[in-house]
Protein backbone atom coordinates (compact mmCIF):
# COMPACT_ATOMS: atom_id res chain seq x y z
CA UNK A 1 0.00 0.00 0.00
CA UNK A 2 1.21 3.42 -0.60
CA UNK A 3 3.16 4.43 2.11
CA UNK A 4 1.40 8.08 1.95
CA UNK A 5 -2.14 6.95 2.04
CA UNK A 6 -2.85 7.40 5.17
CA UNK A 7 -0.86 11.02 5.13
CA UNK A 8 -2.85 13.03 3.36
CA UNK A 9 -6.03 12.87 4.95
CA UNK A 10 -6.57 13.54 8.48
CA UNK A 11 -8.96 11.05 10.19
CA UNK A 12 -10.96 12.13 13.33
CA UNK A 13 -10.24 10.25 16.32
CA UNK A 14 -13.69 9.38 16.70
CA UNK A 15 -13.97 7.62 13.36
CA UNK A 16 -10.36 6.12 13.48
CA UNK A 17 -9.96 5.13 17.25
CA UNK A 18 -12.77 1.93 17.27
CA UNK A 19 -11.16 0.46 14.21
CA UNK A 20 -7.70 0.49 15.92
CA UNK A 21 -8.67 -0.98 18.88
CA UNK A 22 -10.51 -3.85 17.31
CA UNK A 23 -7.87 -4.42 15.37
CA UNK A 24 -5.27 -3.70 18.04
CA UNK A 25 -2.27 -1.70 16.04
CA UNK A 26 -1.13 1.65 15.32
CA UNK A 27 -1.57 2.32 11.60
CA UNK A 28 -4.68 2.35 9.87
CA UNK A 29 -3.98 0.68 6.63
CA UNK A 30 -2.81 -2.14 8.78
CA UNK A 31 -6.08 -1.76 10.90
CA UNK A 32 -8.19 -1.92 7.77
CA UNK A 33 -6.41 -5.10 6.58
CA UNK A 34 -6.44 -6.90 9.47
CA UNK A 35 -10.35 -6.28 10.11
CA UNK A 36 -10.17 -7.35 6.00
CA UNK A 37 -9.39 -10.63 7.25
CA UNK A 38 -11.35 -10.92 10.37
CA UNK A 39 -14.60 -10.06 8.55
CA UNK A 40 -14.33 -13.03 6.46
CA UNK A 41 -15.61 -15.35 8.92
CA UNK A 42 -19.46 -15.42 10.23
CA UNK A 43 -18.03 -15.08 13.78
CA UNK A 44 -15.82 -12.11 12.83
CA UNK A 45 -18.96 -10.27 11.38
CA UNK A 46 -20.74 -10.75 14.21
CA UNK A 47 -18.20 -9.62 16.69
CA UNK A 48 -18.17 -6.64 14.49
CA UNK A 49 -21.89 -5.96 14.33
CA UNK A 50 -21.81 -6.24 18.08
CA UNK A 51 -19.50 -2.80 18.08
CA UNK A 52 -21.11 -1.03 15.48
CA UNK A 53 -18.40 -1.18 13.22
CA UNK A 54 -20.70 -0.32 10.08
CA UNK A 55 -20.84 2.67 11.46
CA UNK A 56 -17.31 3.73 11.96
CA UNK A 57 -16.20 2.52 8.57
CA UNK A 58 -19.32 4.42 6.70
CA UNK A 59 -17.91 7.50 8.26
CA UNK A 60 -14.08 6.73 7.34
CA UNK A 61 -15.71 6.53 3.57
CA UNK A 62 -16.84 9.86 4.15
CA UNK A 63 -13.66 11.66 4.52
CA UNK A 64 -11.45 9.92 2.32
CA UNK A 65 -10.93 11.56 -0.60
CA UNK A 66 -10.57 10.24 -4.10
CA UNK A 67 -7.56 9.70 -5.41
CA UNK A 68 -5.31 11.34 -2.89
CA UNK A 69 -6.32 8.14 -0.38
CA UNK A 70 -7.74 5.84 -3.31
CA UNK A 71 -5.96 3.14 -1.27
CA UNK A 72 -7.43 3.63 1.94
CA UNK A 73 -10.92 3.76 0.60
CA UNK A 74 -10.82 0.74 -1.33
CA UNK A 75 -9.89 -0.84 2.06
CA UNK A 76 -12.37 0.92 3.65
CA UNK A 77 -15.05 -0.54 1.26
CA UNK A 78 -13.71 -3.96 0.93
CA UNK A 79 -14.16 -4.27 4.94
CA UNK A 80 -18.01 -3.09 4.60
CA UNK A 81 -18.19 -5.44 1.84
CA UNK A 82 -17.22 -8.25 4.14
CA UNK A 83 -19.05 -7.17 6.94
CA UNK A 84 -22.72 -6.83 4.69
CA UNK A 85 -21.69 -10.94 3.67
CA UNK A 86 -24.98 -12.33 5.18
CA UNK A 87 -24.73 -10.80 8.59
CA UNK A 88 -28.49 -9.03 9.13
CA UNK A 89 -27.29 -6.92 11.70
CA UNK A 90 -24.79 -5.11 9.78
CA UNK A 91 -26.74 -4.67 6.44
CA UNK A 92 -29.23 -3.18 8.41
CA UNK A 93 -26.94 -1.08 10.37
CA UNK A 94 -25.58 0.13 6.75
CA UNK A 95 -29.38 0.97 5.78
CA UNK A 96 -29.95 2.86 9.00
CA UNK A 97 -27.08 4.97 8.22
CA UNK A 98 -27.68 5.84 4.80
CA UNK A 99 -24.97 3.42 3.45
CA UNK A 100 -26.46 3.90 0.17
CA UNK A 101 -26.58 7.19 -0.16
CA UNK A 102 -22.84 7.56 1.02
CA UNK A 103 -21.65 4.94 -1.65
CA UNK A 104 -23.80 6.66 -4.16
CA UNK A 105 -21.55 9.49 -3.12
CA UNK A 106 -18.54 7.81 -3.64
CA UNK A 107 -19.37 6.42 -6.91
CA UNK A 108 -20.06 9.97 -8.04
CA UNK A 109 -16.63 10.70 -6.47
CA UNK A 110 -14.03 8.33 -8.57
CA UNK A 111 -12.63 8.90 -12.27
CA UNK A 112 -12.52 5.15 -13.64
CA UNK A 113 -9.85 6.27 -15.70
CA UNK A 114 -7.45 7.06 -12.71
CA UNK A 115 -5.75 4.67 -10.83
CA UNK A 116 -8.12 2.01 -8.48
CA UNK A 117 -10.93 3.71 -9.74
CA UNK A 118 -12.80 0.40 -11.77
CA UNK A 119 -11.64 -1.10 -8.60
CA UNK A 120 -13.61 1.24 -6.01
CA UNK A 121 -16.45 0.96 -8.40
CA UNK A 122 -16.28 -2.71 -8.39
CA UNK A 123 -16.51 -3.24 -4.42
CA UNK A 124 -19.11 -0.97 -4.45
CA UNK A 125 -21.51 -2.70 -6.52
CA UNK A 126 -20.33 -5.94 -4.67
CA UNK A 127 -21.12 -4.59 -1.32
CA UNK A 128 -24.68 -3.04 -2.41
CA UNK A 129 -25.08 -6.85 -4.01
CA UNK A 130 -24.51 -8.17 -0.37
CA UNK A 131 -26.76 -5.55 0.97
CA UNK A 132 -29.31 -6.20 -1.39
CA UNK A 133 -29.71 -10.07 -0.62
CA UNK A 134 -30.90 -8.77 3.44
CA UNK A 135 -34.75 -8.13 1.39
CA UNK A 136 -37.09 -6.21 -0.27
CA UNK A 137 -36.53 -3.05 1.58
CA UNK A 138 -32.76 -2.99 1.43
CA UNK A 139 -33.33 -3.64 -2.44
CA UNK A 140 -35.61 -1.05 -2.95
CA UNK A 141 -33.28 1.28 -0.95
CA UNK A 142 -30.61 0.79 -3.82
CA UNK A 143 -33.13 0.54 -6.24
CA UNK A 144 -34.34 4.03 -5.43
CA UNK A 145 -30.84 5.56 -4.92
CA UNK A 146 -29.29 4.43 -8.29
CA UNK A 147 -32.32 3.68 -10.97
CA UNK A 148 -32.16 4.84 -13.34
CA UNK A 149 -29.27 7.00 -14.06
CA UNK A 150 -26.78 5.70 -11.73
CA UNK A 151 -27.31 1.82 -13.24
CA UNK A 152 -27.03 3.95 -16.51
CA UNK A 153 -24.12 5.62 -15.37
CA UNK A 154 -21.85 2.44 -14.27
CA UNK A 155 -22.99 0.80 -17.29
CA UNK A 156 -21.72 3.10 -19.86
CA UNK A 157 -18.66 2.01 -18.39
CA UNK A 158 -16.56 -0.20 -20.81
CA UNK A 159 -15.18 -2.58 -18.19
CA UNK A 160 -15.61 -5.72 -17.31
CA UNK A 161 -14.98 -5.37 -13.75
CA UNK A 162 -17.46 -3.06 -13.43
CA UNK A 163 -20.64 -4.25 -15.16
CA UNK A 164 -19.95 -7.90 -14.43
CA UNK A 165 -21.40 -6.75 -10.16
CA UNK A 166 -23.71 -4.56 -11.71
CA UNK A 167 -25.49 -6.91 -13.35
CA UNK A 168 -25.54 -8.76 -9.93
CA UNK A 169 -26.77 -5.42 -8.34
CA UNK A 170 -29.70 -5.15 -10.85
CA UNK A 171 -30.59 -9.07 -10.69
CA UNK A 172 -31.05 -9.06 -7.09
CA UNK A 173 -33.04 -5.63 -6.50
CA UNK A 174 -35.24 -6.98 -9.73
CA UNK A 175 -36.27 -9.78 -8.46
CA UNK A 176 -38.24 -9.74 -5.29
CA UNK A 177 -41.10 -6.98 -6.33
CA UNK A 178 -43.49 -7.16 -9.71
CA UNK A 179 -42.71 -3.05 -9.00
CA UNK A 180 -39.32 -3.11 -9.55
CA UNK A 181 -38.95 -5.90 -12.21
CA UNK A 182 -41.67 -3.76 -14.05
CA UNK A 183 -39.77 -0.66 -13.89
CA UNK A 184 -36.51 -2.84 -15.40
CA UNK A 185 -38.98 -3.72 -18.35
CA UNK A 186 -39.63 -0.33 -18.85
CA UNK A 187 -38.19 2.57 -21.50
CA UNK A 188 -36.07 3.70 -19.06
CA UNK A 189 -35.22 -0.13 -17.93
CA UNK A 190 -34.42 -1.45 -21.12
CA UNK A 191 -31.93 1.32 -21.92
CA UNK A 192 -30.07 -0.13 -19.09
CA UNK A 193 -30.00 -3.16 -19.99
CA UNK A 194 -29.15 -2.69 -24.04
CA UNK A 195 -25.79 -0.31 -22.18
CA UNK A 196 -24.77 -3.40 -20.29
CA UNK A 197 -25.13 -5.26 -23.73
CA UNK A 198 -23.36 -2.80 -25.64
CA UNK A 199 -20.41 -3.01 -22.91
CA UNK A 200 -20.35 -7.08 -22.80
CA UNK A 201 -20.59 -7.16 -26.43
CA UNK A 202 -16.86 -5.32 -26.32
CA UNK A 203 -15.37 -6.09 -22.86
CA UNK A 204 -17.26 -9.97 -22.43
CA UNK A 205 -18.45 -11.05 -18.93
CA UNK A 206 -16.72 -12.98 -16.25
CA UNK A 207 -19.61 -14.23 -14.02
CA UNK A 208 -22.86 -15.47 -14.66
CA UNK A 209 -25.03 -12.62 -13.68
CA UNK A 210 -25.48 -10.84 -17.63
CA UNK A 211 -27.00 -14.53 -19.01
CA UNK A 212 -29.26 -14.14 -15.55
CA UNK A 213 -30.39 -10.70 -16.53
CA UNK A 214 -30.19 -11.04 -19.61
CA UNK A 215 -32.90 -14.17 -19.50
CA UNK A 216 -35.06 -12.69 -16.89
CA UNK A 217 -35.86 -9.52 -19.42
CA UNK A 218 -35.94 -11.11 -22.93
CA UNK A 219 -37.30 -14.54 -22.19
CA UNK A 220 -39.06 -14.78 -18.80
CA UNK A 221 -40.64 -11.42 -19.26
CA UNK A 222 -40.55 -11.47 -23.19
CA UNK A 223 -39.17 -8.01 -23.46
CA UNK A 224 -36.53 -9.48 -26.17
CA UNK A 225 -38.49 -7.39 -29.02
CA UNK A 226 -38.23 -4.39 -27.39
CA UNK A 227 -34.28 -5.10 -26.24
CA UNK A 228 -33.81 -5.73 -29.93
CA UNK A 229 -35.01 -3.36 -31.63
CA UNK A 230 -33.34 -0.42 -29.27
CA UNK A 231 -29.49 -2.14 -30.06
CA UNK A 232 -30.73 -1.44 -33.94
CA UNK A 233 -27.99 1.37 -35.38
CA UNK A 234 -30.53 3.48 -37.20
CA UNK A 235 -34.06 3.52 -35.84
CA UNK A 236 -36.19 2.04 -33.22
CA UNK A 237 -39.61 -0.13 -33.68
CA UNK A 238 -42.24 -1.49 -32.33
CA UNK A 239 -43.07 -4.80 -32.07
CA UNK A 240 -41.96 -8.51 -33.84
CA UNK A 241 -43.89 -7.29 -36.52
CA UNK A 242 -41.69 -4.44 -37.37
CA UNK A 243 -38.61 -5.45 -36.34
CA UNK A 244 -36.78 -6.23 -39.43
CA UNK A 245 -39.02 -3.57 -41.71
CA UNK A 246 -37.03 -0.76 -41.93
CA UNK A 247 -33.87 -2.57 -43.02
CA UNK A 248 -32.24 -5.60 -43.57
CA UNK A 249 -28.86 -4.54 -41.96
CA UNK A 250 -28.11 -5.29 -38.32
CA UNK A 251 -25.83 -4.35 -35.27
CA UNK A 252 -23.18 -6.10 -33.96
CA UNK A 253 -24.65 -5.80 -30.40
CA UNK A 254 -28.01 -7.21 -31.91
CA UNK A 255 -26.10 -10.47 -33.28
CA UNK A 256 -24.49 -10.43 -29.96
CA UNK A 257 -27.79 -10.57 -28.04
CA UNK A 258 -28.95 -13.51 -30.37
CA UNK A 259 -25.89 -15.09 -29.43
CA UNK A 260 -26.15 -14.90 -25.98
CA UNK A 261 -29.66 -15.89 -25.76
CA UNK A 262 -28.77 -18.60 -28.26
CA UNK A 263 -26.16 -20.22 -25.12
CA UNK A 264 -28.62 -19.51 -22.31
CA UNK A 265 -31.15 -22.03 -24.58
CA UNK A 266 -28.83 -24.20 -25.17
CA UNK A 267 -27.34 -24.20 -21.92
CA UNK A 268 -31.32 -23.87 -19.73
CA UNK A 269 -32.73 -26.18 -22.26
CA UNK A 270 -34.78 -28.38 -19.97
CA UNK A 271 -36.24 -25.68 -17.66
CA UNK A 272 -37.13 -22.26 -20.09
CA UNK A 273 -40.30 -21.90 -20.97
CA UNK A 274 -40.43 -20.29 -24.42
CA UNK A 275 -43.27 -17.58 -25.32
CA UNK A 276 -45.08 -17.78 -28.77
CA UNK A 277 -44.10 -13.74 -29.15
CA UNK A 278 -40.55 -14.71 -28.67
CA UNK A 279 -40.53 -17.31 -30.75
CA UNK A 280 -42.26 -15.13 -33.87
CA UNK A 281 -39.86 -12.85 -33.18
CA UNK A 282 -36.81 -15.08 -33.86
CA UNK A 283 -38.46 -16.18 -36.62
CA UNK A 284 -39.22 -12.67 -38.36
CA UNK A 285 -35.65 -11.83 -37.77
CA UNK A 286 -34.47 -14.89 -39.53
CA UNK A 287 -36.69 -14.40 -42.70
CA UNK A 288 -34.59 -10.84 -43.06
CA UNK A 289 -31.33 -12.05 -42.57
CA UNK A 290 -31.54 -15.08 -44.59
CA UNK A 291 -30.82 -12.17 -47.51
CA UNK A 292 -27.62 -12.49 -46.65
CA UNK A 293 -27.10 -15.96 -48.07
CA UNK A 294 -27.24 -14.27 -51.88
CA UNK A 295 -24.34 -11.42 -51.08
CA UNK A 296 -21.50 -13.63 -49.47
CA UNK A 297 -19.36 -16.15 -50.80
CA UNK A 298 -18.81 -19.64 -48.95
CA UNK A 299 -18.27 -19.28 -45.34
CA UNK A 300 -14.76 -21.24 -44.15
CA UNK A 301 -15.54 -20.55 -40.53
CA UNK A 302 -18.06 -21.57 -37.83
CA UNK A 303 -20.34 -19.14 -35.71
CA UNK A 304 -19.39 -16.56 -34.53
CA UNK A 305 -18.07 -15.51 -37.82
CA UNK A 306 -16.70 -11.60 -37.18
CA UNK A 307 -19.58 -11.00 -40.25
CA UNK A 308 -22.78 -9.46 -38.44
CA UNK A 309 -25.27 -10.35 -40.86
CA UNK A 310 -24.37 -14.32 -41.06
CA UNK A 311 -23.79 -14.03 -37.22
CA UNK A 312 -27.55 -13.10 -36.82
CA UNK A 313 -28.66 -15.57 -39.34
CA UNK A 314 -26.85 -18.36 -37.84
CA UNK A 315 -28.16 -17.66 -33.98
CA UNK A 316 -31.40 -17.36 -35.50
CA UNK A 317 -31.35 -20.85 -36.56
CA UNK A 318 -29.83 -21.96 -33.25
CA UNK A 319 -32.33 -20.60 -31.12
CA UNK A 320 -35.39 -21.85 -33.27
CA UNK A 321 -33.75 -25.09 -33.47
CA UNK A 322 -33.86 -25.49 -29.58
CA UNK A 323 -36.85 -23.95 -29.41
CA UNK A 324 -38.56 -26.75 -31.26
CA UNK A 325 -36.39 -29.12 -29.23
CA UNK A 326 -37.85 -27.65 -25.75
CA UNK A 327 -41.41 -29.05 -26.45
CA UNK A 328 -40.09 -32.52 -25.93
CA UNK A 329 -38.05 -31.73 -22.53
CA UNK A 330 -39.71 -29.24 -20.54
CA UNK A 331 -41.51 -31.96 -18.55
CA UNK A 332 -44.75 -29.81 -17.30
CA UNK A 333 -44.72 -27.05 -19.88
CA UNK A 334 -44.32 -29.48 -22.84
CA UNK A 335 -48.19 -28.58 -23.89
CA UNK A 336 -47.05 -24.62 -23.81
CA UNK A 337 -43.94 -25.68 -25.86
CA UNK A 338 -45.78 -27.69 -28.56
CA UNK A 339 -48.66 -24.43 -28.97
CA UNK A 340 -45.06 -22.67 -29.77
CA UNK A 341 -43.91 -25.14 -32.64
CA UNK A 342 -47.58 -25.04 -33.76
CA UNK A 343 -47.69 -21.77 -34.34
CA UNK A 344 -44.01 -21.53 -36.44
CA UNK A 345 -45.09 -23.96 -38.11
CA UNK A 346 -48.76 -22.50 -38.88
CA UNK A 347 -46.47 -19.20 -39.71
CA UNK A 348 -44.84 -21.07 -42.51
CA UNK A 349 -41.37 -22.13 -40.94
CA UNK A 350 -41.34 -25.54 -42.69
CA UNK A 351 -42.01 -24.57 -45.79
CA UNK A 352 -39.28 -21.97 -45.57
CA UNK A 353 -36.90 -24.50 -44.40
CA UNK A 354 -37.02 -26.74 -46.75
CA UNK A 355 -36.75 -23.68 -49.34
CA UNK A 356 -33.57 -22.39 -47.62
CA UNK A 357 -32.30 -26.28 -48.22
CA UNK A 358 -33.06 -26.83 -52.14
CA UNK A 359 -31.64 -23.55 -52.67
CA UNK A 360 -28.47 -24.91 -51.95
CA UNK A 361 -25.89 -27.10 -53.42
CA UNK A 362 -26.15 -30.43 -52.23
CA UNK A 363 -23.21 -32.25 -49.83
CA UNK A 364 -20.06 -32.87 -51.40
CA UNK A 365 -20.84 -36.54 -51.92
CA UNK A 366 -24.32 -36.27 -52.57
CA UNK A 367 -23.32 -33.84 -55.67
CA UNK A 368 -20.70 -36.44 -56.70
CA UNK A 369 -23.38 -39.43 -56.92
CA UNK A 370 -26.09 -37.36 -58.81
CA UNK A 371 -27.50 -38.83 -61.84
CA UNK A 372 -26.49 -36.91 -65.01
CA UNK A 373 -29.76 -36.60 -66.28
CA UNK A 374 -31.47 -32.99 -67.34
CA UNK A 375 -34.87 -34.45 -65.50
CA UNK A 376 -33.28 -34.81 -61.88
CA UNK A 377 -31.51 -31.47 -62.28
CA UNK A 378 -33.82 -29.08 -60.76
CA UNK A 379 -31.26 -26.45 -60.54
CA UNK A 380 -30.52 -26.01 -64.21
CA UNK A 381 -32.31 -22.83 -64.19
CA UNK A 382 -30.64 -20.85 -61.33
CA UNK A 383 -27.81 -20.98 -59.48
CA UNK A 384 -27.47 -22.97 -56.30
CA UNK A 385 -26.38 -21.06 -53.16
CA UNK A 386 -23.21 -22.28 -50.84
CA UNK A 387 -23.32 -22.39 -46.84
CA UNK A 388 -22.58 -18.80 -45.38
CA UNK A 389 -21.16 -20.58 -42.31
CA UNK A 390 -20.04 -24.15 -41.62
CA UNK A 391 -23.21 -25.71 -39.77
CA UNK A 392 -25.45 -23.95 -41.63
CA UNK A 393 -26.69 -26.91 -43.42
CA UNK A 394 -26.50 -28.63 -40.11
CA UNK A 395 -28.64 -26.19 -38.10
CA UNK A 396 -31.56 -26.10 -41.37
CA UNK A 397 -31.78 -29.99 -40.77
CA UNK A 398 -32.27 -30.12 -37.13
CA UNK A 399 -34.94 -27.46 -36.99
CA UNK A 400 -36.91 -29.77 -39.13
CA UNK A 401 -36.37 -33.00 -37.49
CA UNK A 402 -36.74 -31.04 -33.98
CA UNK A 403 -40.23 -30.21 -35.32
CA UNK A 404 -40.80 -33.50 -36.87
CA UNK A 405 -40.50 -35.15 -33.44
CA UNK A 406 -44.12 -36.95 -32.34
CA UNK A 407 -45.95 -34.24 -34.81
CA UNK A 408 -47.34 -35.95 -37.79
CA UNK A 409 -48.74 -32.51 -39.21
CA UNK A 410 -45.56 -31.76 -39.96
CA UNK A 411 -43.92 -35.27 -40.81
CA UNK A 412 -46.86 -34.72 -43.43
CA UNK A 413 -46.19 -31.81 -44.06
CA UNK A 414 -42.69 -32.78 -45.37
CA UNK A 415 -43.81 -34.97 -47.07
CA UNK A 416 -46.57 -33.33 -49.51
CA UNK A 417 -43.64 -30.63 -49.80
CA UNK A 418 -41.47 -33.24 -51.93
CA UNK A 419 -38.92 -32.99 -49.15
CA UNK A 420 -38.07 -36.73 -47.76
CA UNK A 421 -36.03 -37.28 -50.72
CA UNK A 422 -34.17 -33.66 -49.65
CA UNK A 423 -33.81 -35.10 -46.00
CA UNK A 424 -32.28 -38.58 -46.89
CA UNK A 425 -30.02 -36.55 -49.14
CA UNK A 426 -28.78 -34.90 -45.48
CA UNK A 427 -27.58 -37.70 -43.81
CA UNK A 428 -24.44 -37.65 -45.14
CA UNK A 429 -20.49 -36.69 -43.81
CA UNK A 430 -19.83 -33.32 -45.13
CA UNK A 431 -16.73 -31.48 -44.06
CA UNK A 432 -18.31 -27.85 -44.10
CA UNK A 433 -21.45 -29.14 -41.65
CA UNK A 434 -19.62 -31.00 -38.68
CA UNK A 435 -22.39 -33.23 -37.28
CA UNK A 436 -24.45 -33.35 -40.70
CA UNK A 437 -24.98 -37.10 -40.89
CA UNK A 438 -26.04 -37.27 -37.35
CA UNK A 439 -28.75 -34.48 -37.97
CA UNK A 440 -30.24 -36.16 -40.91
CA UNK A 441 -30.31 -39.39 -39.65
CA UNK A 442 -32.25 -37.74 -36.39
CA UNK A 443 -34.59 -35.97 -38.77
CA UNK A 444 -35.05 -39.11 -41.02
CA UNK A 445 -36.18 -40.99 -38.07
CA UNK A 446 -38.61 -38.36 -36.59
CA UNK A 447 -40.19 -37.89 -40.03
CA UNK A 448 -40.58 -42.13 -40.50
CA UNK A 449 -41.87 -42.73 -36.93
CA UNK A 450 -45.73 -43.46 -36.90
CA UNK A 451 -45.96 -42.17 -40.47
CA UNK A 452 -47.14 -45.52 -42.90
CA UNK A 453 -46.93 -42.63 -46.06
CA UNK A 454 -43.76 -41.19 -45.14
CA UNK A 455 -42.44 -44.61 -44.55
CA UNK A 456 -43.99 -46.32 -48.52
CA UNK A 457 -42.57 -42.80 -50.18
CA UNK A 458 -38.70 -43.86 -48.80
CA UNK A 459 -39.70 -47.80 -49.79
CA UNK A 460 -40.62 -46.41 -53.16
CA UNK A 461 -37.35 -44.29 -53.64
CA UNK A 462 -35.47 -46.72 -52.59
CA UNK A 463 -36.71 -49.43 -55.23
CA UNK A 464 -36.85 -46.30 -57.92
CA UNK A 465 -32.45 -46.24 -57.12
CA UNK A 466 -33.19 -42.57 -56.49
CA UNK A 467 -31.92 -43.11 -52.85
CA UNK A 468 -29.31 -45.24 -51.64
CA UNK A 469 -28.14 -44.30 -48.12
CA UNK A 470 -26.41 -46.81 -45.65
CA UNK A 471 -27.44 -44.78 -42.94
CA UNK A 472 -31.10 -46.62 -42.90
CA UNK A 473 -29.72 -49.42 -41.37
CA UNK A 474 -28.53 -47.44 -38.50
CA UNK A 475 -32.44 -46.30 -38.47
CA UNK A 476 -33.33 -50.30 -38.03
CA UNK A 477 -35.09 -50.23 -41.30
CA UNK A 478 -34.88 -51.90 -44.77
CA UNK A 479 -36.81 -52.14 -47.85
CA UNK A 480 -38.65 -55.55 -48.78
CA UNK A 481 -41.14 -56.73 -51.29
CA UNK A 482 -44.63 -57.26 -50.42
CA UNK A 483 -45.74 -60.68 -51.93
CA UNK A 484 -49.37 -60.20 -51.97
CA UNK A 485 -49.49 -56.20 -53.25
CA UNK A 486 -46.30 -56.45 -54.80
CA UNK A 487 -45.27 -53.05 -53.44
CA UNK A 488 -42.00 -52.02 -51.54
CA UNK A 489 -42.25 -52.00 -48.26
CA UNK A 490 -40.12 -50.27 -44.88
CA UNK A 491 -39.33 -52.96 -42.72
CA UNK A 492 -38.64 -52.86 -39.09
CA UNK A 493 -35.49 -55.17 -38.31
Given at each position: ????????????????????????L???????E????????????A??????????????????????????????????????????R???????????????GV???????????????R???Q???????????H??A????????????IA??R???T????????????????????????????H???????T????????????????????????F????S?L???????????I???S????????????????????????????I??SL?????????????????????????????I??????L????D????????G???????????????????D?????L????????I?????????S??????????????G??????????????????????I??????????Q??????D???????G?????????????N????????I??????P???????????????????????
Amino acid sequence: MDDNSSAKVFVPAAIMQPLLDASNLSELDQALEFLIQTAKSADGRADFASKNMVNAVLQLCQVLEFPSNGDLLLSSLKLLRNLCAGEMRNQNSFLEQNGVGIISGVISSVKPSLECGCDIIRMCLQLLGNVALAGGEHQGAIWSEFFPRGFYKIAELRSRETCDPLCMVIYTCSGETDELLGQLCSSQGLHIITEVLSTVSLVGFSEDWFKLLLSRVCLDKSCFASTFSKLHPVSEVGDHADITAKSVHFSAEQAFLLRILSEILNERIEDVVISIDFSLCILEILRSAVEVVDSVPKGKSALPTGHTGIDVLGYSLTTLRDICACADLTGLEIEGSNRVVDMLVSSGLIDFLLSLLRDLEPPTIIKKAMRKDETSNEAGSYPLKQCPYKGFRRDIVAILGNCAYHRKRVQDEIREKNGILLLLQQCVLDEDNPFLREWGIWSVRNLLEGNAENQQVVADLEIQGSVDVPEMVNLGLRVEMDPQTRRAKLVNT
